[in-house]
């Protein structure tokens, strides 16, 4: 849309091709059947959010964001550069419901952030999309346990095994050699540090991200997961202990 319809040429392809769904729609749609069978209900959110909520509501430092010269109300401030505020705000107005059990919600949508690195044509966009999976646990409890159990269950279906050191810590090791998994693709993580952007979101000491390792590459963070902060909760006017994680998908094509 940001190139223009009317800059289109029109041509003949000049090969013959069979259409077919992307990878990263395809693997999107996969999980979403799989994070609703572990019972998990799918929202799909506003694109657009205030800046309270994407930033300061999460207790996050305000960063760049695509921006609208002339939003219609505070709420249309920017882009969301974060799956969870759409989340929180869904837990925020469903207090009447039942939270006995835990309330679980998920998301996998695009988020959207500036980039002036990567133009692939004259029309200088400056932003980029980028596929996130989030999801939600709010409880009698924080559901941590929960969350940490859907971070291994994506992995698993995306094939990628954990490394040595994180199956140790697992009850369930000797089950590892039936693991379908693909070669040089693994898994761990590691507790979240003080003073980075997302940290101020979690409780402290109760969040970790989660570090991917591909064949021929160094090892990268693809998310984070644990406890929200207090103070976020009372900021979305959330009344029960919740657990999150936000992971890239497209890192694991």
Known sequence: IAYGYNNIVKRVPTTATVGAEQPLH??????????????????LTH???????????????????????NPANVEYQVVRTTLLPGLMKTLQHNKSASFANGFK???ISDIVLPDDEHV????????KNVRKVCAVYAGPTSGFEIIHGLVDRIMTLTEVAPEEEYIKNSAKGAEEKYRVAREGWYYTI?????????????F??????????KP???????GTFGILHPEVLENFDVQYPSSCVELDLESLL
Request: charged share 25%; net charge negative.
């Open 26 to 43: 395809a693997l999107g749609d996969l999980l979403r059947e799989e994070i609703a069978r572990a019972g998990y209900i799918e929202v």
């Open 190 to 202: 590691q507790e979240l540090q003080e003073g980075g952007e997302h940290s101020g979101t979690y």
């Open 216 to 222: 021929g590459e160094e090892k990268v963070c693809i």
């Open 47 to 69: 694109g657009l959010c205030s800046k309270r909520d994407n930033f300061t509501a999460l207790r996050r430092p305000i960063t760049a964001a695509v921006s609208l010269s």
């Open 204 to 213: 402290p000491g109760r969040a970790a991200e989660v570090l991917l390792t």
């Open 120 to 127: 692939v044509t004259d029309t200088i966009v400056g932003a």
């Open 105 to 107: 919600l998920f998301e």
